[in-house]
């Protein structure tokens, strides 16, 4: 048999980004022994791109900005299909989180009055982003990374061993999660450096792995996202929710070609930057839907004025939740005023002086003048459409982030689902890391409280079958590089799960993923265990290839347009349709989808919006349910 | 305009290797990154590397380039000659584990050794005040993404492995003046820290490090020499005494 390290923790959190790393504090703080695994090194995961700022209403800017405002945003983006429960939770929770993070020693950018500043953002009523020039999430993450420091020096003082109650396996990968009789067991992965394997004993698990972006070519995510937790999830017995809702940010690079989809912060559009077709006209006053009619200016002077001053006039239609201005811009681009490299043109140089450019988006002028060789302060950026972003993701139960169906599993963070419903508003993100990273290292010390101390072990021969399976592409001779098969997955959704989507590509798409999958049991890689990316591809294919064919079966049965999924033989919104979740659950080898009720809103939080606004997503029978109108 | 490049990789690992020719294609606009992932891909599938954001912003692809200290993702092709041979190695300062990828756990090590911020005890969370001029000198130094491209540089430990153990390097020398200028940090002891526990005496201010950062800290004038200054007056220094009069953290009497 395979030489196997072997440790045992109370929980084990698979992820050490933000939503990771605030649950190992919580846990940790909750008196239980944690370990974070990561697949990269620690401070490099995907938070530490994040840009523009975590939203949270804390009303330093604009003090008219209280939860009730963040939660009906985040509602309204989402197209009203999030959970309210967590949206909820999130609207309240979130200063409390930020302002935590400073305790931990962050240092955000200051109001005159030295409070956070916070700043404007696509579908957000006030400026409400705490941020830190246009590198918010490394501050984050360096934060709580110096956190979980600190709490390590406190335990090497008091029990002479920094590494007693959290320790970090940094390039490891977690491969298959255990479960017995419904509950989990632990999980084993092995280390990317030497090939080895690990396995840990642990009655509780925080999946904390972020997204799925590399299904898709043009994204701004990196290798590391390949849906690991979702499938485990999945694989373990649990379940996933909206996965057929994916964001596609609207301004991605779109040249050089081998940057092409790497993010251009919306804090561009935020502090005033404007999308221009070829013709040079600001195209988005005619993407302006209904539902949003009310809160967007018409001409380009009221949007202008708006900066200065946002209390009598619209906001400018650049700032729509992030869906209307991807679908605007392919339009534009489809009807042939486009750029020479396909995309549009966001300009802020004329917009800004230099000097103001350079210090509120130093990373973007940077990014653009060495990969690009463009001086943002000279010139208009070529931006497009980019995955970004799953809205998608493991079903859980609000308050506690555990799964409904496997005992001792929590999500939090981007593999999380349900917060956003059909749509995610920029900086929403960061701040969900927060409240529900926290709330799944707590929900995770609880439920270990819960079971008393039992102990938890793997049944050996479940680990064995594991290792087997992982050994599998190294073993096999012949057999196809999964860099191609990889490259045909991304085609396949790119092509046919793409930002538009009709059912004939879909069916197609599911043809075409079903004959992946039979291919990639069959790939094989050169060299051995150490290091190499060859193999770690190979493993990674099986989860990519579960969740394509999730968001892909999903996107076939919902039969309307909503938020991050849009069908053109299906183009409008319907209120049935907002009734449904879509749930995937799999035994490993395919996909089922069940549609399940969206929770009903309780009354206190509907009546938040008014009724002329609901009825833009309602039913006849809820309208007519739902009591009178107060005001 | 796509050209075949020349390329000489270090393959191998810490005990033995050597440099390989590959010929490969290159497109416009493209970075020593892509030319990499292009090897991987068609020629040699087990070639390691580490990348994440490909946009600068995580400092994982940390290598030298014809010797130099770089990011990957951030080094254009088109800053060099077509007939030029171009040769990619591992960081020399740490111990190579294979091919491009290096054991940093020496700077991990040394994160850990530094005192966390120590928060105030009279200030309740969302009660921090602080004004954007006060914190703008920490945050300078907050903006490192960890590539430990100036540890590599670093002559003090490029090739001296046996002064490793007493010298944090320039990345940590910043997180000390990082803490020493936070308006809140409830420290006085960052400097003397710095001198006796981090070895800042071995630094001879060469400014390699300043000039190898892709953040473009400004690690030896803003942070090191201040660092290593005796005794700080607050009179001296115009920027902190505007912040200071607002809440004066008490300033340490240099001894050292
Ligand atoms: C360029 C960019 C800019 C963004 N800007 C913003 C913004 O301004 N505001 C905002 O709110 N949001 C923003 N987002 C979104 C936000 O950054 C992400 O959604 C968020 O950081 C995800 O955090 P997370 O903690 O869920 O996961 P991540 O930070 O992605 O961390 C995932 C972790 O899981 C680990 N992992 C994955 N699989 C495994 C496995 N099998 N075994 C072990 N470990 C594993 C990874 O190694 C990593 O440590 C941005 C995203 C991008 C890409
Ligand atoms: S200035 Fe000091 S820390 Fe920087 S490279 Fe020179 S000796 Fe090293
Ligand atoms: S200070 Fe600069 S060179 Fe050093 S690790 Fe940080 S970003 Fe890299
Ligand atoms: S890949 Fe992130 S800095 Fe190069």
């Not at chain 1, 929770?93 to 009055?113: H, I, N």
């Not at chain 1, 941020?131 to 008091?158: A, F, N, P, W």
């Not at chain 1, 707590?442 to 793997?458: C, F, K, P, Q, T």
């Not at chain 1, 490259?487 to 043809?511: C, F, P, S």
């Amino acid at each position: 048999m395979t030489q196997i390290e072997r440790h045992s923790f109370d929980v084990v959190v698979m992820g050490a980004g933000g939503a990771g790393l605030r649950a190992a504090i919580e846990a940790r703080m909750m008196g239980k022994s944690v370990a974070i695994v990561t697949k990269s090194l620690l401070g490099k995961a995907h938070t530490v791109m994040a840009e523009g700022g975590a939203a949270a209403a804390m009303g330093n800017v604009n003090s008219k900005d209280n939860w009730q405002v963040h939660f009906v945003d985040t509602m309204r983006g989402g197209k009203f299909l999030n959970n309210y429960r967590m949206a909820e939770l999130h609207a309240k929770e979130s200063p409390d989180r930020v302002w935590e993070l400073e305790t931990y020693g962050a240092l955000f950018d200051r109001t005159k009055d030295g409070k956070i500043s916070q700043r404007n953002f696509g579908g957000h009523e006030y400026p409400r982003l705490a941020h830190v020039g246009d590198r918010t999430g490394l501050e984050l993450i360096r934060t709580m990374q110096q956190k979980i420091i600190s709490l390590q020096q406190d335990d090497e003082r008091e029990f002479g061993d920094g590494e007693k109650f959290i320790k970090v396996f940094a390039e490891c990968s977690v491969q298959e999660i255990f479960t017995k009789d419904g509950a989990v067991t632990g999980c084993m992965g092995y280390f990317r450096e030497t090939g080895d394997f690990i396995a840990f004993d642990t009655a509780a698990i925080v999946l904390a792995t972020g997204g799925i972006g590399k299904a898709y070519r043009v994204t701004s995510n990196s290798w590391e996202y390949t849906g690991d937790g979702h499938a485990l999830a999945m694989r373990a017995g649990g379940s996933l929710v909206n996965m057929e809702f994916l964001q596609f940010h609207p301004t991605g690079m779109v040249w050089p070609p081998s940057v092409k989809g790497i993010l251009v912060t919306e804090s561009v559009r935020g502090d005033g930057g404007v999308l221009k077709n070829s013709e040079g006209k600001r195209f988005m006053f005619d993407y302006v839907p209904d539902v949003f009619r009310k809160q967007y200016a018409e001409t380009e002077e009221e949007a202008d004025r708006w900066y200065t001053d946002a209390d009598n006039n619209r906001r400018p239609p650049e700032l729509l939740p992030r869906d209307e201005v991807a679908r605007a811009i392919n339009s534009e681009v489809k009807a042939g005023r486009g750029t020479p490299n396909g995309g549009v043109y966001l300009d802020i140089a004329s917009r800004l002086p230099a000097e103001q450019i350079l210090k509120r988006l130093p990373s973007m002028y940077h990014q653009f003048k060495e990969l690009a060789d463009v001086d943002i302060t000279k010139e208009a950026m070529e931006v497009g459409p980019t995955c970004h972003y799953v809205m998608g993701g493991v079903e859980t139960i609000p308050d506690t982030c555990a799964s409904p169906y496997v005992k001792g599993l929590f999500a939090a963070g981007e593999v999380g689902g349900g917060m956003h419903g059909s749509n995610r508003l920029g900086g929403n993100s960061l701040s969900d890391l927060l409240v529900f990273g926290r709330r799944a290292g707590l929900g995770a010390a609880e439920y270990l409280d819960s079971r008393g101390g039992a102990a938890v072990a793997i049944d050996e021969a479940d680990l064995q079958a594991a290792v087997d399976a992982a050994l599998a592409p190294l073993n096999a001779t012949d057999g196809e590089n999964p860099y191609t098969i990889h490259h045909d997955l991304q085609t396949v959704m790119g092509d046919l799960v793409g930002i538009i989507r009709n059912a004939d590509e879909v069916k197609d798409a599911i043809v075409k993923l079903d004959a992946l999958k039979a291919r990639a049991k069959n790939v094989s890689v050169a060299g051995d265990r150490v290091f190499n990316p060859g193999w770690h591809l190979a493993l990674d294919l099986t989860n990519l290839l579960l969740i394509s064919e999730s968001v892909a079966k999903a996107a076939l049965i919902r039969e309307e347009s909503r938020g991050g999924h849009t069908r053109d033989d299906f183009p409008t919104m319907d209120p049935k349709w907002r009734q449904v979740n879509l749930i995937c659950k799999s035994d490993g080898t395919a996909v089922e989808v069940t549609q399940q009720p969206v929770p009903t809103i309780p009354t206190e939080l509907l009546s938040l919006f008014d009724r002329a606004e609901l009825k833009k997503y309602m039913t006849e029978e809820e309208l007519t349910a739902l009591p009178e109108e107060k005001n | 305009m796509g050209y075949k490049a020349k390329f000489r990789v270090y393959r191998g690992d810490g005990e033995q290797g050597g440099l390989e020719n590959y010929e490969v294609d290159v497109n416009e606009g493209e970075v020593v990154l892509d030319i990499i992932h292009r090897l991987q891909a068609t020629q040699t599938p087990d070639l390691a590397v580490r990348w994440n954001c490909k946009a600068g912003k995580c400092g994982s692809c940390s290598a030298e380039v014809n010797g130099k200290p770089r990011l990957l993702c951030m080094t254009r092709m088109s800053t060099f000659d077509e007939n030029e041979t171009i040769t990619v190695t591992p960081m020399r300062a740490f111990p190579v584990i294979r091919d491009l990828v290096t054991n940093v756990s020496f700077n991990y090590t040394k994160a850990r050794q530094i005192p966390a911020f120590a928060p105030p005890t009279d200030i309740k969370a969302g009660d921090y005040r602080m004004q954007q001029i006060d914190v703008e000198r920490s945050q300078e130094f907050r903006k490192c993404i960890e590539c430990f491209l100036c540890q590599d540089t670093c002559h003090v430990v490029r090739d001296h492995e046996e002064n490793k153990e007493s010298f944090a390097g320039p990345r940590f020398f910043i997180r000390a003046a990082e803490l020493d200028m936070h308006p809140l940090d409830a420290r006085t002891d960052r400097k003397s820290f710095a001198k006796a526990e981090q070895g800042l005496g071995m630094c001879n201010i060469t400014k390699c490090c300043t000039d190898v950062c892709p953040e473009h800290i400004k690690i030896t004038d803003n942070a090191i020499i201040p660092m290593k200054e005796r005794v700080v007056d607050t009179k001296y220094d115009p920027v902190v005494f505007i912040g200071k009069i607002l809440r004066r953290k008490p300033r340490e009497t240099g001894k050292i």
